[in-house]
Nanobody, 119 residues
Framework: VQLQASGGGLVQAGGSLRLSCAASGSIFSIGAMAWYRQAPGKQRELVATITSGGSTNYADSVKGRFTISRDNAKNTVYLQMNSLKPEDTAVYSC??????????????WGQGTLVTVSA
């Protein structure tokens, strides 16, 4: 199973970006999916989570600005980021709880995608 994240880039403060993370491989089903971020010199923090049923949770720092969603048919999770601030600058990574076709369950991480917000 692989998770491929995309959509990062450079944006001015107040702008928007949409991140995508697509899972591929021997997938039977995907449970919870999430986005994390790690800013330079800081610990990784949880940004948002979404269950297989669509329930969501957000870090207080992004509530009202970021929206997590998923397309179960495409095994993809998205993060719509609006009203971006310089403090949102970080490497964003996705993860997912995956049940594979051989009925093994594991927690998978995608590679990070860099988001840079200029003042």
């Amino acid at each position: 199973v692989q998770l491929q994240a995309s959509g990062g880039g450079l944006v001015q403060a107040g702008g928007s970006l949409r991140l995508s993370c697509a899972a591929s491989g021997s997938i039977f089903s995907i449970g919870a999916m999430a986005w994390y971020r790690q800013a330079p010199g800081k610990q990784r923090e949880l940004v948002a989570t979404i269950t297989s049923g669509g329930s969501t949770n957000y870090a207080d720092s992004v509530k009202g600005r970021f929206t997590i969603s998923r397309d179960n048919a495409k095994n993809t999770v998205y993060l719509q980021m609006n009203s971006l601030k310089p403090e949102d600058t970080a490497v964003y990574s996705c993860n997912a709880d995956v049940l594979t076709r051989d009925r093994s369950f594991s927690h998978y991480w995608g590679q990070g995608t860099l988001v840079t917000v200029s003042a």
